[in-house]
T-cell receptor, first 115, second 117 residues
Framework: ETGVTQTPRHLVMGMTNKKSLKCEQH?????MYWYKQSAKKPLELMFV???????ENNSVPSRFSPECPNSSHLFLHLHTLQPEDSALYLC??????????????FGPGTRLTVT | AQKITQTQPGMFVQEKEAVTLDCTYD???????LFWYKQPSSGEMIFLIY??????QNATEGRYSLNFQKARKSANLVISASQLGDSAMYFC??????????????FGRGTSLIVHP
């Protein structure tokens, strides 16, 4: 596997379900990000992990719970979601101390539909 | 107020021609960076080009160049010699102060580019 992978690619869940999104980066990076991309809205940053420590929580509702067990893996745990949470969820990684710390590598995303 | 404005929801270009995608930004921070990403229909965001606010020259990466006009607060993406594979959504983004070392960009709404054969 290379780059950033995300599983599952598609997920349909009911409002009472609990599910998790998984992201794995194979680039040796030390920062990971969750973004939400809704139709007709700009990409929204949700969470940032820097050296496995959460450094940003962009006012995300508590029904979204991130977990970063190590610098290569990032999870987004979902519970009691709302239909408006349906979106493409993108994971990204970057190397903070590098010549191009601004360059983020994105995964293909998980298309989430909440019914 | 929007920090990144992309006024062109959709653009069309003939194959092999050049196209400019507009982006204006708003910041009072003297140190910032501007990015462009490409998002094909497959979903992943692909980094294209970066311009730092203190960079003297416009950034170039292959067929991509960033027309940086600091006084106008614009950072337009120029794609030369368009190819069919350039058809995608293009997002302009800006990061201001790095927070704890993480570069956290603010994205625009995007421009859909379609390249005609």
């Amino acid at each position: 596997e290379t780059g950033v992978t995300q599983t599952p690619r598609h997920l349909v869940m009911g409002m009472t379900n609990k599910k998790s999104l998984k992201c794995e980066q194979h680039l040796g990076h030390n920062a990971m990000y969750w973004y939400k991309q809704s139709a007709k809205k700009p990409l929204e940053l949700m969470f940032v992990y820097n050296f496995k420590e959460q450094t940003e929580n962009n006012s995300v509702p508590s029904r979204f719970s991130p977990e970063c067990p190590n610098s290569s893996h990032l999870f987004l745990h979902l519970h009691t979601l709302q239909p408006e949470d349906s979106a493409l969820y993108l994971c990204a990684s970057s190397q903070v101390e590098s010549s191009r710390p601004y360059e983020q590598y994105f995964g293909p995303g998980t298309r989430l539909t909440v019914t | 107020a929007q920090k990144i404005t992309q006024t062109q929801p959709g653009m069309f270009v003939q194959e092999k021609e050049a196209v400019t995608l507009d982006c204006t930004y708003d910041t009072s921070d003297p140190s910032y960076g501007l990015f462009w990403y490409k998002q094909p229909s497959s979903g992943e965001m692909i980094f294209l080009i970066y311009q730092g606010s203190y960079d003297q020259q416009n950034a170039t990466e292959g067929r991509y160049s960033l027309n940086f006009q600091k006084a106008r607060k614009s950072a337009n993406l120029v794609i030369s010699a368009s190819q069919l594979g350039d058809s995608a959504m293009y997002f302009c983004a800006m990061r201001e102060d790095p927070s704890g070392g993480s570069y956290i960009p603010t994205f625009g709404r995007g421009t859909s580019l379609i390249v005609h054969p």
